[in-house]
């Protein structure tokens, strides 16, 4: 089954804010990833966030992890126009196949 | 920085036509995936492939569906018969160890008419 939702499905935020977005899964994992799609373009990688890790930063990045209420959490900060995508948190299911399932995205549009 | 090589970016095929997508993973990357992204939708998972064999394949990965690595270098998905509801984006994935995170194509765009 699909697992790592994220919230909310859409964020329209003005250049220079911070976007907040979030991701719910339901069964243990070995990591999860952060990935940023450009409309109809490829996946992005991001950051992995590994189980025994609570917090991440890249560049203005951060990524946190909590593995008792099986969520996670990405901000970026000081947004770019640049930064309009969709967002997508992905979990591996099976950790000896390393296979990710995908939430749905958050769609994240930066107004000039 | 190493990539992952998708050929063709797009293409476009007649219904019931063969077609194969290709894909040059990162050289001493161990595991190699499809993945499909229809309009709109979910990516989903398709198939792993790991020392020269399908390692798990999804319910969507149906016999009109085969993975190959024919020659160490190239890993290749084949859709024997297309169908309308196979249009979509098509990713291909390489991984050294899921612990070290993945890297993704830049897709190519299958288009059935």
Redesign the interface.
């Known amino acids: 089954s699909q697992q790592g939702e994220e919230d909310p499905q859409a964020l329209s935020i003005q250049e220079g804010e911070n976007a907040t977005m979030n991701c719910s899964y339901k069964t243990s994992i070995n990591n999860l990833q952060w990935y940023r799609q450009n409309s109809g373009r490829g996946l992005v990688h991001l950051i992995l966030i590994r189980s025994n890790e609570r917090e991440k930063h890249s560049g203005r990045l951060r990524v946190t992890l909590d593995t008792s209420k099986k969520s996670s959490s990405l901000l970026i900060t000081a947004s770019r126009a640049a930064d309009t995508a969709s967002y997508f948190c992905a979990t591996d299911l099976i950790p000896n196949d390393y296979k990710l399932s995908f939430g749905a995205g958050t769609t994240v549009t930066v107004r000039a | 920085e190493p990539e992952v090589t998708q050929t063709p970016s797009h293409q476009v095929t007649q219904m019931g036509q063969e077609v194969i997508l290709r894909c040059v993973p990162i050289s001493n990357h161990l ?1 190699f ?1 499809w ?1 499909r992204q229809i309009l709109g ?5 398709l198939v ?1 492939f ?1 020392n020269n064999e399908i ?2 394949k999804s319910e969507i990965f149906d016999d009109q569906f085969s993975v190959e690595r024919p020659d160490g270098s190239n890993f290749t998905l084949k859709i024997r018969s297309t169908k309308l509801e196979d249009s979509a ?1 098509y ?1 291909c ?1 390489s ?1 050294f ?11 190519t ?1 299958l288009t059935v008419v």
């Not at chain 2, 939708?41 to 998972?45: A, R």
């Not at chain 2, 899921?98 to 897709?107: E, K």
């Open positions: 595991y995936y993945y939708q979910k990516v989903e998972f792993s790991y390692s798990e984006m990713f994935a991984s160890g899921g612990y070290y995170g993945y890297t993704f194509g830049s897709g765009r």
